[in-house]
Each structure stands twice: as C-alpha cells, then as structure tokens.
C-alpha cells in the first residue's frame, strides 16, 4: 500500500525567491506609532512576501478596515462627549488590534521562512515611511470626519 | 601496511572526532578504485555536510549516484544539500528516493520531516516526526527535528521543553547546546544562550554559525542594551498589554501628568528598542574589527 507520507507535496515554484519579509513582531512599531492603516498596508506587503494564504489576506484587511472604523467611531464618540480623553491612544490601540491578527497570520510562515534560513529585510525605512505618510493621512482623515 | 579497510575505517574514526577537513585529505589520499568506492562517496559527502560546502555535497553525491546507483545515504545527503540551496522541490525529491531504499531510516524521516517545516508543511512534518521518534525517540536528529517543529509551529514553550529534554539526554552535543541557546534566547535569557552557544562552540569550532550565535548574544548583554531586557524576557505581546494597562489606569485614576509622563517614558522606550539593537551591533562590530 502507498504511504501518503512518501507522496511529493513541494511545488518547484511555491517557496521561489521573493523580496525577504519584515519580522511580524517588529509590525507593533508602525502599529503604534502609525495607526491601523500604516500596520495594515505593511502587514499586507509582508503576507504577500511571506506567501501567505488568501483567507490570512482577508483577515489581515478586514481587521485593518475594522481597526480604521473602530477609530472613528470611537473618536467621534470621544469629540461628541466633549471629554478631554487622549485620542491619539485609540489610534494606538486600533493599530495593535490589527497587528495582533497580523502577527498570528504571519508568525508560522515567517517562522518557516528562518528555517529556509531567509534573513528578514529592515523595517527601518518603510515603517518610518508608513508612520509619517500613512500615519498622517489616517489622522487627517479622522480631522476631517471630527469636523464634519 | 594499512589494508583499503584500514583507511576507509580511519577515515570514518575522524569524521566521528568530527575533524572533516582531514577526513577530507585522508580520502584524497586512497588509491583510485578505493576512492571510487560507494564507501568512500559516502564518507566524503559526510566531511563536506559537515563543513557545510553544499555545493559540493550535491556534486559529490550525484556523482556518487552515477557511478553505483541508487544509495539511500547519498540521496539523503544531496537532499539535505539541496534543501541548504534552496531547492525544495528537488530535495524532497531526493528524500523520496532514500526513503524509497530506506523507508524506516530515522535520519531519513527526520529530514524529510526538517525539509516539510522549512515549507511551512508543519502537520506532515508533525507525522514523520512521530515515525522516527516510534523507532529511536532519543536520537540527536529525533530531538533536533522535534525542536525545529514546534519552532515552526510558533509553539515556543514546547521548543524549550524539547531543548531541555535533549541536553539532558546528550549533555555534550553541540545540536543540543546550541538549542538550549535558541530556545533562551528566544525567551530572552540572554546570558544562558551566550553560554550554551559558547559551549556548542567549543565542542564543535568546525561549525562557524554557533560562534556567530555566540558573537550575536554577546551583542544583546551590552549594557546599552539592559533597558530592553524585559521587553526580550516578557515577549513584546505582553510587554505592550503591560504598559498601555499601567498608562490607562492612571490616566483612569485622574493622574493624568503621571499617565502622560509614563506614555512619553514608553514612547522613548519604544524608539530605543528600535533604534538601539542595529547601533550596538554595528558600534561592536567596528570595535571586533579595528
């Protein structure tokens, strides 16, 4: 009887080489300090880098939308109370919500990816890049709708 | 005057001292047909596993192949080989055939099983594993590979459980030296890992990555560093929840300067995490050169 152990599962293309990825826990900076959108444009170029699955995609931009709705929602709650509370923590927070789910996305592909002993790409440039670019759209964006 | 059975057992006594590069000398010293002998491919390719010349592995075991056909050995080692360049696909391909000749071989299972976890195949890596732990569960590629699964898995207490089991079985087994040093410095014990890759060094100086390991802990105890020692002991996870909890209790309890001061305290403790760890590396690194 055949061993499905002993049946070849590798597909020559599937692991060709791609740009290298960003370390997943290194994701919580750019979450923080950028807010839900900057951790989830790079959250989504990392995925694609690592190759991972399509639902692992869609969970990854549904907590991005979910973590930019959330923000608004509670932003607007906080400028409709009049309450002198710290806005810029919900952005935090939102952003770590969605680095939670991508964290859980990418940690096995990424762990996977060290044994093929694959070094990780620096974040340095890209996170600061998604900070003040993304981070400045998503807090003008949440300017605007607090006025409207 | 040594027999061709002389030179081909002390040319296999010194790869188990693990001095390859003799090994490697003592072979190109055997006689033509002696060279050419299955033996002799299979000790070569050895040598050159152990000094890690991939390359050459591959060269040496196809010819090998070519020459006597089918060997389970070889094949496992240009598997091994071609995992180490990338070639997924062709190393498995090679594993296959070894354990088509050797379906029970424990050395076998396990890299087959090491090649499936680097693909992210963790539930097939998962059973081959448990076959070559059925048939000798306290072999040092059993442990090795059951730590690379529950690496792979993001299952890091049960790596440090499987380090812990596997330097209590082979105390002085550079494998396991060196994964007690992975799994304490994956928990942010950096001192333990400096010593266990230290040790893991010191009884294999053949093998360069343990002495980089070693270098690259020794990074991580610089006193520049200190600050971020609970960040590496708590996990970022944890160290973040404990935090943003701290800031947004005092900033419930009314103590709003003590919540803004803790934040701005975190925000710098942040930047420094980021910042720190590549300028030490880089400041040491200057400092090993000069």
Same mark, same amino acid.
């Given at each position: 009887m055949a061993d499905d152990l002993f049946t070849p599962t590798i #597909?020559? #293309? #599937?692991?060709?080489?791609?740009r290298p990825p960003w370390r997943p826990q290194s994701l919580i900076f750019p979450a923080v300090f950028g807010g839900p959108t900057a951790v989830t444009v790079l959250a989504l170029v990392n995925g694609r880098r690592l190759g991972v699955s399509r639902p692992a995609h869609l969970a990854v931009l549904g907590a991005g939308l979910a973590g930019l709705i959330a923000r608004l929602a509670l932003t607007l709650a906080i400028f409709d109370d009049g309450a002198n509370r710290p806005v810029r923590l919900v952005g935090a927070l939102a952003g770590g919500l969605v680095w939670l789910v991508a964290s859980a996305t990418q940690k096995r592909p990424f762990r996977a990816y060290e044994l093929r002993s694959g070094q990780p790409a620096s974040l340095w440039l890209p996170g600061l890049g998604a900070v003040l670019v993304l981070g400045f759209v998503e807090a003008a964006l949440v300017a605007l709708v607090a006025v409207a | 005057m040594t027999g061709p059975g002389t030179q081909l057992a002390r040319v296999a006594q010194l790869l188990e001292l693990n001095r390859p590069e003799q090994a490697l000398a003592e072979v190109g010293r055997l006689p033509a047909p002696l060279a050419t002998s299955p033996l002799a491919f299979r000790l070569r390719a050895g040598a050159l596993t152990v000094l890690d010349r991939w390359d050459d592995v591959v060269a040496v075991a196809r010819q090998g192949l070519a020459e006597h056909g089918p060997d389970a050995e070889l094949l496992g080692r240009l598997g091994l080989a071609l995992r180490h360049r990338r070639e997924h696909a062709l190393a498995e391909r090679a594993l296959l055939d070894a354990l088509a000749i050797e379906p029970e071989n424990p050395w076998l299972l396990c890299q087959y099983a090491d090649l499936c976890c680097a693909v992210g195949q963790t539930d097939k890596a998962r059973r081959l594993v448990e076959r070559a732990a059925a048939i000798v569960p306290d072999a040092p590629a059993v442990f090795a590979s059951r730590f690379q699964l529950a690496y792979a898995r993001g299952d890091d207490r049960a790596a440090e459980r499987v380090a812990r089991e596997f330097l209590g079985a082979w105390p002085d087994n550079p494998v396991a030296l060196a994964l007690h040093g992975v799994a304490a410095a994956q928990r942010g014990r950096v001192g333990t890992a400096h010593r266990a890759f230290g040790q893991a060094a010191a009884h294999d100086p053949t093998d360069a990555d343990y002495a980089d390991a070693a270098w690259e802990t020794l990074v991580y105890a610089h006193p520049l560093l200190l600050p971020l020692r609970p960040l590496y002991r708590l996990g970022i996870f944890r160290t973040w929840l404990l935090a943003l909890g701290v800031i947004v209790l005092l900033s419930a309890a009314g103590l709003n300067v003590l919540a803004g001061l803790s934040a701005l305290a975190w925000m710098l403790f942040c930047v420094w995490s980021w910042i720190a760890p590549p300028l030490v590396r880089r400041m040491v690194l200057g400092r090993w050169r000069s």
């Open positions: #597909a020559p #293309a #599937a692991y060709e080489a791609r | -």
